[in-house]
């Protein structure tokens, strides 16, 4: 076994019928999309196909979808856009968002904001009553991600909206890492806005989409053109529009079946893993998670050596605590969701995609298995 990229929640590679679909757009038809003759007027209709067929995955109306460079731009817009022109100084975040929302708000809270961190349980699920209880006050605006990142936990997103829209606040899900897996659809769970990437789905890089229900009103990006319904200004990146376009497609259409086979490999190996491998503890929701993410603790050892030894072996992954100058820097999620420091620093996540095999698995908890062997004999606290 060569190589073995099991690390697909990071991003994925452009799909074959992605890339088919954008080529054109490269070099017959590379008009501008905002100019009046036939070139433009092509641009501009595969612009507006794209924009349909990401309205159509998520319930909205095409006129509510606007295009940006990826997910951390959407997330930065929407909580600017809102936060700053509310009269509420107030905005409420989940405590395990992504970087692109959590960075966003703190510097929101070192201008004079205030933000406040809804509280989660052990997996990752957001604590209800305390979303109840900090809505008892004025707020600009809720951000909850829809399935978290780092180890899969899906909220119930539905619940969350519904206390929102009662208290008249605006609600904001970040579904990156959600769409093509979870059944979202605007309209029918009351969202007010959400975050969009393409990498994440077999698109390619560098674009992504923030819908805005008509009606909320959002400051505007950039100022330029009147692209993106004049709040985005900026030449629109066609062939990404196109490729992001099709891969939402792509998505929505084979997703019981890629879903279900995703499902069945992440499994298996969270089976072999607990059988095989001794002190090791699941992160996330067991159930209520994202199809493809495994994330585990390893008593004793550290993530950062797991992930530097398994890609010795090959392997991709990833790990939620970073090493930065011989530091250990905890991950924040892990923290929020109250996991014991000595577990905290060794976990790794492995997340399963469309070519992931059971014989890539199979190589995968083999390796660890004995990584994590030759770790522990090396460590002083030795919890083979
Ligand atoms: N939100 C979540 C939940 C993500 O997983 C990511 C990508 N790691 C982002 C936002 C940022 O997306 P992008 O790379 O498109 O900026």
Same mark, same amino acid.
């Given at each position: 076994?060569? =190589?073995?990229? &099991?690390?697909?929640?990071?991003?994925?590679?452009?799909?074959?019928?992605?890339?088919?679909?954008?080529?054109?757009?490269?070099?017959?038809?590379?008009?501008?999309?905002?100019? !009046?003759?036939?070139?433009? !007027?092509?641009?501009?209709?595969?612009?507006?196909?794209? %924009?349909? !067929?990401?309205?159509?995955?998520?319930?909205?109306?095409?006129?509510?979808?606007?295009?940006?460079?990826?997910?951390?731009?959407? $997330? $930065?817009?929407?909580? $600017?856009?809102?936060?700053?022109?509310?009269?509420?100084?107030?905005?409420?975040?989940?405590?395990?968002?992504?970087?692109?929302?959590?960075?966003?708000?703190?510097?929101?809270?070192?201008?004079?904001?205030?933000?406040?961190?809804? $509280?989660?349980?052990?997996?990752?699920?957001?604590?209800?009553?305390?979303? @109840?209880?900090?809505?008892?006050?004025?707020?600009?605006?809720?951000?909850? &991600?829809?399935?978290?990142?780092?180890?899969?936990?899906?909220?119930?997103?539905?619940?969350?909206? !519904?206390?929102?829209?009662?208290?008249?606040?605006?609600?904001?899900?970040?579904?990156?890492?959600?769409?093509?897996?979870?059944? @979202?659809?605007? =309209?029918?769970?009351? @969202?007010?806005?959400?975050?969009?990437?393409?990498?994440?789905?077999?698109?390619? =890089?560098?674009?992504?989409?923030?819908?805005?229900?008509?009606?909320?009103?959002?400051?505007?990006?950039?100022?330029?053109?009147? /692209?993106?319904?004049?709040? %985005?200004?900026?030449?629109?990146?066609?062939?990404?529009?196109?490729?992001?376009?099709?891969?939402?497609?792509?998505?929505?259409?084979?997703?019981?079946?890629?879903?279900?086979?995703?499902? /069945?490999?992440?499994?298996?190996? @969270?089976?072999?893993?607990?059988?095989?491998?001794?002190?090791?503890?699941?992160?996330?929701?067991?159930?209520? %998670?994202?199809?493809?993410?495994?994330?585990?603790?390893?008593?004793?050892?550290?993530?950062?050596?797991?992930?530097? &030894?398994?890609?010795?072996?090959?392997?991709?992954?990833?790990?939620?605590?970073?090493?930065?100058?011989?530091?250990?820097?905890?991950?924040?999620?892990?923290?929020?969701?109250?996991?014991?420091?000595?577990?905290?620093?060794?976990?790794?996540?492995?997340?399963?995609?469309?070519?992931?095999?059971?014989?890539?698995?199979?190589?995968?908890?083999?390796?660890?298995?004995?990584?994590?062997?030759?770790? %522990?004999? &090396?460590?002083?606290?030795?919890?083979?």
């Amino acid at each position: 076994m060569n =190589k073995v990229y &099991m690390d697909f929640a990071a991003t994925t590679f452009t799909s074959a019928e992605v890339l088919q679909s954008m080529l054109p757009y490269f070099t017959t038809e590379f008009g501008n999309a905002a100019s !009046q003759h036939g070139f433009g !007027q092509s641009a501009e209709r595969a612009v507006a196909r794209a %924009r349909e !067929q990401i309205a159509t995955a998520i319930g909205a109306h095409p006129s509510e979808i606007y295009f940006t460079s990826g997910a951390t731009e959407a $997330n $930065n817009w929407i909580i $600017n856009g809102v936060v700053r022109r509310s009269a509420s100084k107030r905005v409420l975040i989940s405590a395990i968002e992504h970087p692109s929302i959590y960075e966003t708000v703190a510097h929101l809270k070192r201008e004079g904001f205030t933000v406040e961190y809804i $509280n989660v349980d052990r997996d990752g699920i957001i604590s209800v009553s305390d979303l @109840i209880h900090k809505l008892s006050k004025p707020c600009a605006l809720v951000s909850v &991600m829809t399935a978290n990142n780092e180890v899969g936990t899906v909220q119930y997103i539905n619940t969350i909206s !519904q206390i929102c829209e009662q208290r008249g606040v605006p609600f904001h899900t970040d579904a990156t890492q959600a769409i093509g897996s979870v059944y @979202i659809n605007v =309209k029918e769970m009351s @969202i007010d806005a959400l975050s969009l990437s393409s990498h994440k789905l077999y698109g390619p =890089k560098g674009i992504g989409a923030l819908y805005v229900r008509n009606g909320l009103q959002v400051d505007k990006l950039l100022h330029g053109g009147h /692209q993106e319904r004049n709040r %985005r200004g900026g030449t629109q990146n066609v062939p990404a529009i196109v490729g992001f376009g099709t891969a939402v497609e792509v998505a929505m259409r084979d997703s019981s079946v890629n879903n279900a086979r995703v499902k /069945q490999l992440r499994e298996y190996m @969270i089976n072999q893993i607990e059988t095989r491998i001794k002190n090791v503890t699941l992160n996330g929701h067991r159930t209520q %998670r994202l199809p493809g993410n495994v994330n585990f603790s390893f008593k004793g050892i550290e993530g950062e050596s797991i992930l530097m &030894m398994l890609d010795l072996a090959g392997i991709a992954v990833s790990t939620g605590s970073a090493c930065s100058s011989g530091t250990l820097e905890r991950s924040y999620v892990l923290e929020a969701m109250g996991v014991m420091p000595e577990l905290n620093n060794g976990s790794i996540r492995f997340s399963i995609g469309r070519s992931t095999t059971k014989d890539e698995i199979d190589y995968t908890v083999g390796e660890l298995e004995s990584i994590v062997k030759r770790l %522990r004999s &090396m460590s002083p606290l030795k919890s083979s």
